[in-house]
């Protein structure tokens, strides 16, 4: 039985972008290919929660080589996406730790699959901060469904 989400998404209009591309670009630096985050649906600053998309879509660089035919997401690619989703979170709330880059991964789970065309939103919710890192619980969605779980950790650099 796969675990609930780790914030609830019933009463959010995922379909609402409260931050767009250009507000994602004016935080965090990553470009062209690297951008994995098309929008922030929601911040919750009390309870140190984000939900952010991405869309894919089959002119994404890696369709056409992984899994030809059949193309699924990679899944460091939703991790990725997710770390996005983190250092997002992090640089605009704490500015003073500049650059938040990925660090480490644990407690991974894949549990479903991501086919283009599609949208995979990310929660991450924070369970630690400090002056130079930052651990978010993360979960990754595509069609309602949990396609991965997993602890991602940034650090200041």
């Not at 939103?121 to 619980?137: D, F, L, P, T």
């Given at each position: 039985?796969?675990?609930?989400?780790?914030?609830?998404?019933?009463?959010?209009?995922?379909?609402?972008?409260?931050?767009?591309?250009?507000?994602?670009?004016?935080?965090?630096?990553?470009?062209?290919?690297?951008?994995?985050?098309?929008?922030?649906?929601?911040?919750?600053?009390?309870?140190?929660?984000?939900?952010?998309?991405?869309?894919?879509?089959?002119?994404?660089?890696?369709?056409?080589?992984?899994?030809?035919?059949?193309p699924l997401m990679p899944?460091?690619?939703?991790?990725?996406?997710?770390?996005?989703?983190?250092?997002?979170?992090?640089?605009?709330?704490?500015?003073?730790?500049?650059?938040?880059?990925?660090?480490?991964?644990?407690e991974v789970r894949f549990?479903?699959?991501?086919?283009?065309?599609?949208?995979?939103?990310?929660?991450?919710?924070?369970?630690?901060?400090?002056?130079?890192?930052?651990?978010?619980?993360?979960?990754?969605?595509?069609?309602?469904?949990?396609?991965?779980?997993?602890?991602?950790?940034?650090?200041?650099?």
């Amino acid at each position: 039985m796969a675990p609930s989400f780790l914030y609830d998404i019933s009463g959010l209009d995922l379909n609402k972008v409260a931050i767009d591309i250009e507000g994602i670009r004016a935080v965090i630096p990553q470009r062209f290919e690297m951008e994995m985050l098309s929008g922030i649906v929601h911040i919750d600053d009390p309870n140190d929660a984000i939900v952010a998309f991405k869309d894919i879509s089959l002119d994404d660089f890696w369709v056409r080589g992984h899994i030809p035919g059949r193309p699924l997401m990679p899944g460091v690619m939703m991790i990725e996406c997710a770390a996005q989703a983190c250092a997002f979170w992090t640089m605009r709330k704490h500015p003073e730790m500049g650059f938040i880059g990925f660090a480490k991964c644990d407690e991974v789970r894949f549990r479903g699959t991501v086919v283009p065309p599609a949208r995979l939103y990310m929660i991450a919710k924070v369970v630690e901060i400090s002056r130079r890192r930052c651990i978010a619980k993360c979960q990754g969605i595509n069609n309602g469904t949990l396609v991965f779980e997993a602890t991602v950790t940034g650090m200041s650099i």
